[in-house]
Every structure is written in structure tokens, then in C-alpha cells.
Nanobody, 122 residues
Framework: QVQLVESGGGLVQAGGSLRLSCAAS????????VGWFRQAPGKEREFVAR????????NYADSVKGRFTISKDNAKNTVYLQMNSLKPEDTAVYSC???????????????WGQGTQVTVSS
């Protein structure tokens, strides 16, 4: 069983930055792919970014490409999501997920964190 804990959310003004962290309970990131997803009130969960278990492949949603960067530190069992140039429409609960399939589909990830709130004010 893999446990994931997100941190780093908060309130920020438009144009600002935040860095989210997703810490795993074990050395999960040496074998699991990791995705970041977000869900705004009244909307479905959507893909944000993903990174392969090797760290060599990343992929982003068009809405965040060029503004967000996903990275990992296997020694710290942590995956990061650096978010720059934040917009009010980025406001959502952000969750990380781990799984064996490198995919943007939430249903393919068996392990999830509890989520962290990101609020961007205009």
C-alpha cells in the first residue's frame, strides 16, 4: 500500500507561484508513475501533469503547459508541481496519484493523496 501526502497549497494572487509537493510513504516513485490532477467546484477532475517512474518523460495539459513544471526527487520520495503565472481558473483542489500506467486517465491510478487546496485571487 502506497500512501501519498500533498502539501504546499494556499492562497495566492494571480501571476504568483506555488510549489506543491507529493510525498510517498515508501520508495514508490522508483517504480510508479505519478500524475497531478485538479478538481474545481462543480467540475470533473481533470489531468494537469504526469511524470514517468524514471523521470525522463513528462506531459502536461494544454491549459498549464509553459506555466507548470512537474519533477521528482527519488531520494526524498517526493514529486513536485511548480506552478507559475497562476490564474484564477487554476483554483481547485490538487491531488497527486501514483500507478503503474503512464496515463492521463484518473481511473488508472490506484493510489491517491487527500488533496490540497489552491486558490488564486484576481
Amino acid at each position: 500500500q502506497v500512501q501519498l501526502v500533498e502539501s504546499g497549497g494556499g492562497l495566492v494572487q494571480a501571476g504568483g507561484s506555488l510549489r506543491l509537493s507529493c510525498a510517498a510513504s515508501a520508495s514508490a516513485y522508483t517504480t510508479y508513475n505519478v500524475g497531478w490532477f485538479r478538481q474545481a467546484p462543480g467540475k470533473e477532475r481533470e489531468f494537469v501533469a504526469r511524470i514517468s517512474w524514471s523521470g525522463t518523460t513528462t506531459n502536461y495539459a494544454d491549459s498549464v503547459k509553459g506555466r507548470f513544471t512537474i519533477s521528482k526527487d527519488n531520494a526524498k520520495n517526493t514529486v513536485y508541481l511548480q506552478m507559475n503565472s497562476l490564474k484564477p481558473e487554476d483554483t481547485a483542489v490538487y491531488s497527486c496519484a501514483a500507478g503503474g500506467v503512464f496515463t492521463a486517465t484518473p481511473a488508472h491510478y490506484p493510489y491517491w493523496g487527500q488533496g490540497t487546496q489552491v486558490t488564486v485571487s484576481s
